[in-house]
């Protein structure tokens, strides 16, 4: 995970893909920030941010992230009998869930 920045505005990236990156909006809710827009990663500053303030936003998206990989949600598929985690096995084993739901197919 990175975070680009452009003056007064942070977007969050991940390096790796992975189906649950959505949740990292609530890690950072729990650690007292909350993103302007769901889901986008984007993080908005005023202004008159002081130093400070930066650092101790800075820490609660490392906290954040931290305690979402401590959790689970970020494998990268590297676990013997694990596929190798890519952006299209993800789709793949997406559109396999859903396709075995709509007819109702059972493991």
């Not at 790796?16 to 809710?29: K, T």
């Not at 729990?30 to 302007?36: C, F, P």
């Not at 490392?62 to 689970?72: F, I, N, Y």
């Amino acid at each position: 995970m990175r975070v680009d920045s452009l003056t007064t505005v942070w977007t969050v990236l991940f390096s790796q893909p992975g189906r649950y990156h959505w949740m990292y909006q609530y890690y950072l809710r729990s650690e007292g920030l909350a993103l302007s827009w769901v889901g986008t990663g984007r993080c908005l500053f005023s202004l008159d941010f002081t130093d400070e303030q930066y650092e101790q936003v800075k820490q609660a998206l490392l906290r954040a992230g931290k305690r979402m990989q401590e959790d689970g949600w970020w494998w990268d598929g590297s676990a013997e009998g694990e596929k190798n985690l890519t952006a299209s096995t993800i789709k793949g084993k997406m559109s396999y869930e859903m396709v075995t739901k709509m007819v109702g197919v059972r493991k």
